[in-house]
Protein backbone atom coordinates (compact mmCIF):
# COMPACT_ATOMS: atom_id res chain seq x y z
CA UNK A 1 0.00 0.00 0.00
CA UNK A 2 1.44 3.24 -0.90
CA UNK A 3 0.06 6.39 0.92
CA UNK A 4 0.38 10.17 -0.81
CA UNK A 5 -0.37 12.75 1.71
CA UNK A 6 -0.95 16.47 0.54
CA UNK A 7 -3.04 19.87 1.71
CA UNK A 8 -1.08 20.94 4.50
CA UNK A 9 0.09 24.39 4.92
CA UNK A 10 0.02 27.63 7.19
CA UNK A 11 -3.27 28.93 8.35
CA UNK A 12 -4.27 30.96 11.08
CA UNK A 13 -5.90 30.43 14.41
CA UNK A 14 -9.88 29.31 13.92
CA UNK A 15 -9.49 28.67 10.20
CA UNK A 16 -9.81 25.37 8.68
CA UNK A 17 -8.10 23.12 6.24
CA UNK A 18 -8.46 19.99 4.44
CA UNK A 19 -5.87 17.29 4.01
CA UNK A 20 -5.72 14.15 1.60
CA UNK A 21 -4.77 10.99 1.37
CA UNK A 22 -4.82 8.78 -1.62
CA UNK A 23 -4.01 5.02 -1.45
CA UNK A 24 -3.10 2.81 -4.25
CA UNK A 25 -1.97 -0.33 -3.89
CA UNK A 26 -3.34 -3.51 -1.88
CA UNK A 27 -5.95 -1.59 -0.04
CA UNK A 28 -8.70 -4.21 0.21
CA UNK A 29 -6.36 -5.89 2.77
CA UNK A 30 -5.93 -2.75 4.76
CA UNK A 31 -9.50 -1.41 5.46
CA UNK A 32 -8.38 0.91 8.57
CA UNK A 33 -7.16 4.43 7.79
CA UNK A 34 -6.15 6.75 10.13
CA UNK A 35 -4.62 10.19 10.49
CA UNK A 36 -1.70 11.04 13.52
CA UNK A 37 0.41 13.98 14.19
CA UNK A 38 3.57 14.83 15.52
CA UNK A 39 3.88 18.46 16.75
CA UNK A 40 7.84 19.00 17.27
CA UNK A 41 9.55 17.40 20.13
CA UNK A 42 6.62 15.17 20.72
CA UNK A 43 5.84 12.00 20.11
CA UNK A 44 3.09 10.81 17.10
CA UNK A 45 -0.48 10.84 18.29
CA UNK A 46 -3.33 9.35 16.95
CA UNK A 47 -6.00 11.89 15.47
CA UNK A 48 -8.56 10.10 13.84
CA UNK A 49 -9.38 7.01 11.82
CA UNK A 50 -12.06 5.40 9.72
CA UNK A 51 -12.57 2.18 7.78
CA UNK A 52 -13.02 2.12 4.26
CA UNK A 53 -16.41 0.00 4.03
CA UNK A 54 -18.20 0.31 7.16
CA UNK A 55 -17.60 4.10 7.14
CA UNK A 56 -16.90 3.79 10.95
CA UNK A 57 -14.59 6.48 12.61
CA UNK A 58 -12.85 7.34 15.84
CA UNK A 59 -11.45 10.70 17.18
CA UNK A 60 -9.27 11.52 19.87
CA UNK A 61 -10.79 13.97 22.06
CA UNK A 62 -8.05 16.81 21.66
CA UNK A 63 -10.17 17.24 17.99
CA UNK A 64 -13.57 16.01 18.71
CA UNK A 65 -15.98 18.54 17.10
CA UNK A 66 -13.45 20.36 14.89
CA UNK A 67 -12.21 17.67 12.67
CA UNK A 68 -14.28 15.42 10.43
CA UNK A 69 -12.76 12.34 8.46
CA UNK A 70 -14.43 10.84 5.14
CA UNK A 71 -13.67 8.75 2.67
CA UNK A 72 -14.09 8.64 -1.09
CA UNK A 73 -13.82 4.65 -2.03
CA UNK A 74 -14.32 5.96 -5.54
CA UNK A 75 -11.30 7.90 -5.43
CA UNK A 76 -9.48 5.38 -3.08
CA UNK A 77 -9.13 8.82 -0.68
CA UNK A 78 -9.47 9.66 2.70
CA UNK A 79 -9.62 13.23 3.85
CA UNK A 80 -9.29 15.15 7.30
CA UNK A 81 -11.24 18.57 7.19
CA UNK A 82 -9.78 20.61 9.94
CA UNK A 83 -12.21 23.15 11.14
CA UNK A 84 -11.44 26.02 14.34
CA UNK A 85 -7.70 25.26 13.75
CA UNK A 86 -5.44 25.54 17.23
CA UNK A 87 -1.73 27.12 17.43
CA UNK A 88 -1.66 23.35 19.13
CA UNK A 89 -2.77 21.35 16.28
CA UNK A 90 0.70 22.75 14.32
CA UNK A 91 2.02 19.34 13.68
CA UNK A 92 3.08 16.93 11.01
CA UNK A 93 0.04 15.05 9.70
CA UNK A 94 0.48 11.35 8.16
CA UNK A 95 -2.01 9.33 7.42
CA UNK A 96 -1.52 5.42 7.83
CA UNK A 97 -3.03 2.22 7.09
CA UNK A 98 -3.86 -0.67 8.69
CA UNK A 99 -5.26 -4.46 7.90
CA UNK A 100 -7.90 -6.31 9.14
CA UNK A 101 -8.13 -8.14 13.20
CA UNK A 102 -6.19 -5.42 14.65
CA UNK A 103 -7.83 -4.62 17.81
CA UNK A 104 -10.17 -1.41 18.78
CA UNK A 105 -6.89 -0.28 21.39
CA UNK A 106 -4.19 -0.57 18.03
CA UNK A 107 -7.07 1.49 16.23
CA UNK A 108 -6.21 4.05 18.28
CA UNK A 109 -2.35 3.42 18.24
CA UNK A 110 0.91 3.27 15.80
CA UNK A 111 1.33 -0.14 16.56
CA UNK A 112 -1.15 -1.18 14.36
CA UNK A 113 -0.83 0.62 11.08
CA UNK A 114 1.47 -1.11 8.58
CA UNK A 115 1.98 1.72 5.95
CA UNK A 116 2.61 5.02 6.70
CA UNK A 117 2.53 8.30 4.13
CA UNK A 118 5.18 11.04 4.19
CA UNK A 119 3.71 13.20 6.08
CA UNK A 120 2.45 17.06 5.20
CA UNK A 121 2.97 19.58 7.79
CA UNK A 122 0.15 21.75 9.22
CA UNK A 123 1.04 25.14 10.55
CA UNK A 124 -1.23 27.56 12.71
CA UNK A 125 -0.25 30.19 14.07
CA UNK A 126 -1.79 32.41 16.84
Known amino acids: VQLQASGGGLVQAGDSLRLSCAAS????????MGWFRQAPGKGREFVAR????????TYADSVKGRFTISRDNAKNTVYLQMNSLKPEDTAVYYC????????????????????WGQGTLVTVSS
Open 96 to 115: AAAPLGISTAQLVGTTGYNY
Open 50 to 57: INWYSGTT
Open 25 to 32: GRTFGNPH
